[in-house]
């Protein structure tokens, strides 16, 4: 069974920085992509970042490029989103998920982890 477990959400000042850690479990995730959701209060789940496990191609939302940065541990089965110069508007509930597409709508990923909340006080 897969399982994808978030963690290093937070309360942050505004121009601070997190890193978010999404562990993976329950299959080989060498075919597949590794991508960052978010979803503020009242609007849909938009993408932000992701990551082949090859490591060798990633994609970012514009809001996120030169502030944000994914990367993957292929021995901890880890992935990781490091935030940067964080905003207001970057609060919202962050999800890592796993698909065969590196990037794509929210339903073209087949797990998701359980979310962590990331808050940025202005």
């Known amino acids: 069974q897969v399982q994808l477990v978030e963690s290093g959400g937070g309360l942050v000042q505004a121009g601070g920085s997190l890193r978010l850690s999404c562990a993976a479990s329950?299959?080989?995730?060498?075919?597949?992509?590794m991508a960052w959701f978010r979803q503020a209060p009242g609007k849909e789940r938009e993408f932000v970042a992701a990551?082949?496990?090859?490591?060798?191609?990633?994609s970012y939302a514009d809001f996120a490029k030169g502030r944000f940065t994914v990367a993957r541990d292929n021995a901890k089965n880890t992935v990781y989103l490091q935030m940067n110069s964080l905003k207001p508007e970057d609060t919202a509930v962050y999800y890592c998920?796993?698909?065969?597409?590196?990037?794509?709508?929210?339903?073209?990923?087949?797990?998701w982890g359980q979310g962590t909340q990331v808050t940025v006080a202005s």
């Open positions: 990551i082949r496990w090859s490591g060798i191609s990633t």
């Open positions: 329950g299959r080989t995730f060498s075919s597949y992509a």
């Open positions: 998920a796993t698909g065969t597409a590196l990037r794509g709508p929210p339903g073209q990923y087949d797990y």
